[in-house]
Structures are given as structure tokens and as C-alpha cells.
């Protein structure tokens, strides 16, 4: 044979193996956590639900090749785990567990000999997950005025609050709202006078709301959080009050269907908020049991809530939170108070600092203009229609006048990519 062979190795045999370049790749991607993989071929891993263990072949041939990609940069919640199947792994025996553990990872091996067994050709991960669109406007809808309402008001770019539109869908209050598919939102659930209502409302990324989607899946409630995570488009909402505190959790896909309840993790409570942080996480933080507390859980970029974490900052209910400066967060007021706290991009909740504006308790916040944030209406013995923007340095500027209806406990988050 004459010329130059690229994209190959040679086996001990003399036959030509496939490498990456020319690998045969599993047009499934893999859920399951086992998989028994065949040299020769290249599988995308998603352990967005489970670990994965993969078991290789067993009598494999000097120059046999493996790849392993992570289809959902999941690897660092979910492992992939390798089963050496007898053989050595990087010259250790398959008594050593071997699992790789970081988001975007890529694993090639390579069987060498009898002594090493497969080594790593490459094991590289993914520095960054690509930046998502940022959001450039926000809505507030619906609240409680003396009795529900259904009203909303939506914030441009530059966070100028505008009059009311008026009402699409049932009148409630305490409803919980997230963005999903990054620029649109649905708000669901909340009290409409005569009980905890099973609905759900979508609104576009031009900011119509839709008339009611009945009967959504999950238990009814009010006064819990949504927040956005992960890399796709997704949300959650969590914790909330429908007869009792409760702390299940429903997930948002990227066409804003809820999912069935989910068994939470964390303390049953109400009256906390949620914000995103660092890149696709998120975190719950304070809230009421019987009395108030100011428990956090932090969520995994696959939408898992974490157990209980003691917090920092003064215990209170009523309060509510919003991303920042791309990566950051901030939960304000809430117990009558101006009280803030921000988040920093690695989930560390700072202690107490001073607000700005009327102290106040069941507001809402949405992040608005790609990086800064706007708290809106609340109650502090009377309906307030008054907004506090937030900068990107995190700093809350005071009270700007009304516009649209004084009222608490609306919901509120961000749509559109348009400015």
C-alpha cells in the first residue's frame, strides 16, 4: 500500500481501525444507566436523568477506540462511570472506579496492552456552553388589589413600567411565573377568590397574554418561586401554600408545559423567591415554615433542587429575587423590610445590606435589558404601584411613581429578545 493513511490507527492485526474522525457513531443517544459499548464506535451520553455505566469490551485488541461524548452537560451531575470489563484502565486493575465528572466532557481511550489496558487519548471538556440570548423585556400580571386581578403592565428595555393592559384569564394572586424558551413566560396556579386554581396562562415574546389553559398538571397553589435554568430554555417552580405549605417541584419544558409534581427536596415553605446564577443554576432562598426562615437550596443545571443549606440574611417571608449583570442575583424586601441580599455567581448568599425604597413585602422581580433587573407594586399597609430598578453592579435605585394599578403578589419575569 503506498500514499499516507490519515483518520486511522493500526491495530496489532494490521487492520485499519476507525478513529474519531472516522468513528461509527451510535445514532441514538444513550439514557440508560448502563451501556455496553463496542470498540470501533463513538456514543453521546445523556445523564440528565442517571449516572451511566459503560462496561468495554472484554478482550479488546491493541488500537481499539472508544468515544464518549456529554450530549446534555450532565456529567457533572450524573457521572459516566467506566467498567474496565477485567482489564486495566490507565495501568490500574477494574477494582478502581473510574467515573468523569465534569459538564461538556469528551472521553476518547485507546487499548494499548495487557499493562496499561485503555488510556486516554483525550479527555477534554468543553470550557463554555455557549452564551443563551438574553432577555430584554418584562411583564408583571395579575396580583391582588383588594381582590384578584388580571391586569398586566409591561417593562421595556430601559425599564420604563407601562399602564395597564387589560385583564386575559382568570383573576388571581400569588401566582408563580418563569420565563421559559428564553423569551416567553408563563405564569400558573394562584388564588382566584374561592381557591387555588389549576391554570396556567403563556405569554408570547411580544407580551400577549393568552386566554387559560385549564386543568395544568401539579398540585394548585399559591406564594411559591419560578426560576429559569440549565442551557435550554427550561424553568421550574417550586415550594408554595395549597392548604399547607409544600415544597414539590414542576418542571417548565421550552413550549412551557408543566410537568407533574415532582417530590421536592428542602423544607416545605411559602413566600420565598428564586434567581438564576453563575451559568444555568439557580437557587430558592428564605421563605416561611410556621415561622420565617432563611433557608436556601441550590439548583443543579439539570433542574435538581438540593437539600437544605443554612442561610445568611435576616429570616423573612414575602420576599422576591432576580438575576443581575449576567450572572448574579438579588433578593430584596419581603417582612416589611428593604433588606437585600445579593447572590454572587457561585451561589454564596451575602449577608444583610440596606435597601432602597419603601420597605415592603409581597413584590415582584424580573430580570429586564440582558442584565439588570426591576422589583414592582408590593404591599406595606397599602397597595404600592411604585418600581426599583437595579443596576448591574446590583444597586437599587428608589421608588419611581406609579404606573398601572397598586397591588401585591402579582407574577412577574422576562420575555422577548427584541428590544
Known amino acids: ?8 490507527v493500526f491495530k496489532s492485526s494490521g487492520v485499519i481501525e476507525a478513529t474519531s474522525a472516522s468513528l461509527n457513531w451510535s445514532s441514538a443517544v444513550i439514557t440508560a444507566s448502563t451501556l455496553t459499548a463496542s470498540a470501533g464506535n463513538g456514543y453521546f451520553i445523556n445523564t440528565s436523568s442517571n449516572a451511566c455505566t459503560v462496561t468495554l469490551p472484554a478482550s479488546p485488541a491493541i488500537g481499539d477506540q472508544i468515544v464518549f461524548a456529554d450530549y446534555a452537560r450532565t456529567w457533572a451531575t450524573y ?78 428595555s430601559s425599564g420604563v413600567v407601562a399602564s395597564d393592559v387589560s385583564a386575559v384569564g382568570t383573576a388571581r394572586s400569588g401566582l408563580m411565573a418563569v420565563s421559559y424558551n428564553y423569551d416567553k413566560v408563563v405564569m400558573m396556579y394562584g388564588e382566584n377568590g374561592s381557591g387555588y386554581a389549576s391554570i396556567s396562562n403563556l405569554i408570547s415574546n411580544s407580551g400577549v397574554v393568552a386566554a387559560d389553559t385549564t386543568s395544568i398538571a401539579g398540585t394548585a397553589r399559591s406564594y411559591g418561586a419560578g426560576v429559569s435554568y440549565g442551557s435550554s430554555g427550561l424553568g421550574l417552580i417550586a415550594f408554595g401554600y395549597g392548604g399547607s405549605n409544600t415544597n414539590v417541584k414542576n418542571l417548565i419544558n421550552s413550549s412551557g408545559t408543566v410537568s407533574a409534581d415532582v417530590t421536592g427536596v428542602g423544607t416545605a415553605r411559602r413566600g420565598l423567591g428564586a434567581t438564576k446564577y453563575g451559568t444555568g443554576l439557580a437557587l ?7 415561622g420565617t426562615v432563611n433557608t436556601r437550596n441550590l439548583v443543579s443545571t439539570s433542574g435538581v433542587i438540593a437539600s437544605d443549606v443554612s442561610g445568611v440574611g435576616t429570616a423573612r417571608a414575602g420576599v422576591e429575587a432576580a438575576g443581575y449583570d449576567g450572572d448574579k442575583g438579588l433578593f430584596c424586601y419581603g417582612g416589611q423590610t428593604s433588606t437585600r441580599n445579593k447572590v454572587s455567581n457561585t451561589g454564596v448568599v451575602n449577608s444583610d445590606q440596606s435597601g432602597a425604597g419603601t420597605a415592603r413585602t409581597d413584590t415582584a422581580a424580573s430580570e429586564y435589558g440582558g442584565d439588570k433587573a426591576i422589583f414592582g407594586f408590593g404591599y406595606s399597609n397599602q397597595y404600592l404601584g411604585v418600581t426599583n430598578l437595579v443596576n448591574t453592579g446590583g444597586v437599587i435605585g428608589s421608588d419611581v411613581s406609579a404606573v398601572g394599578t397598586a397591588r401585591k403578589n402579582p407574577g412577574a419575569a422576562g420575555f422577548s429578545f427584541s428590544a
Open 1 to 8: 500500500m503506498s500514499g499516507t493513511v490519515t483518520g486511522n
Open 79 to 156: 457521572n459516566l462511570i467506566i467498567d474496565s470489563n477485567g482489564n486495566n484502565f490507565q495501568g490500574e486493575s477494574d477494582l478502581y472506579t473510574v467515573d468523569y465528572d465534569t459538564a461538556g466532557q469528551s472521553l476518547n481511550i485507546v487499548y494499548s496492552d495487557a499493562t496499561k489496558g485503555w488510556l486516554p487519548v483525550s479527555d477534554d471538556a468543553v470550557a463554555s456552553a455557549g452564551i443563551a440570548p438574553v432577555t430584554q423585556k418584562a411583564i408583571f400580571a395579575f396580583g391582588d388589589n383588594g381582590s384578584p386581578s388580571g391586569i398586566s403592565n409591561i417593562v421595556s
Open 284 to 290: 430558592f432562598a428564605f421563605g416561611q415554615v410556621s
